[in-house]
C-alpha cells in the first residue's frame, strides 16, 4: 500500500498523526510528514487514518510493479 496526501487540502487538524503515529508527524505548526511506502504491520492504522480526515486529503493505492501490474 501506499499514501499519497494532497497536502493543498491537508488542515493539520492531525488525526492522521494520532491514528497511525508510525506513518504520520507534524512538522512545525502546519506541515505533516509521511511515510508513502506503508508496511504491512501499519495498513489498517492508515486505513483507519485515512478514513478519519476531516478533508479527506490522503489517499491510499496498491503498490504498482515495474512492468505496471
Not at 16 to 34: D, I, R, S
Not at 37 to 58: F, L, M
Amino acid at each position: 500500500m501506499r499514501i499519497v496526501v494532497d497536502l493543498t487540502r491537508c488542515q493539520g487538524y492531525a488525526q492522521c498523526v494520532f491514528l497511525a503515529p508510525k506513518m504520520f508527524q507534524l512538522h512545525g505548526e502546519e506541515g505533516l510528514l509521511y511515510a508513502p511506502a506503508v508496511p504491512d504491520d501499519q495498513a489498517e492504522r492508515v486505513r483507519q487514518a485515512a478514513a478519519a480526515c476531516p478533508v479527506q486529503a490522503i489517499l491510499l493505492g496498491e503498490e504498482v510493479s515495474a512492468d505496471g501490474r
